[in-house]
């Protein structure tokens, strides 16, 4: 079993100049989730590429805002 990252939550009152930036990988059941690093934002995709685009929109295409995870990481609701 691979250990998960756990991906902290910062309140909503962080700084706005902090830049959204999104981690992709897999949950320990092999869902794709996408998560803002802030905890803000984040959902469960049927594929990668369903994880990625909704990254990619959200940080409005910059690069380097989305990272792809090589461990398994958990979306906390």
């Not at 794709?32 to 995709?45: K, N, P, S, T």
């Not at 685009?53 to 398994?72: N, Q």
Request: glycine residues 8%; without cysteine.
């Amino acid at each position: 079993m691979s250990p998960s990252i756990q991906v902290a939550v910062i309140p909503a009152e962080a700084s706005a100049s902090d830049a959204a930036r999104f981690i992709v990988g897999q949950d320990p059941e092999g869902h794709w989730v996408a998560i803002e690093i802030h905890g803000r934002a984040g959902g469960l995709f049927r594929s990668r590429k369903a994880a990625v685009d909704y990254a990619e929109d959200e940080t409005d295409h910059r690069p380097d805002a989305v990272r792809l995870s090589g461990e398994r990481i958990e979306l906390r609701i």
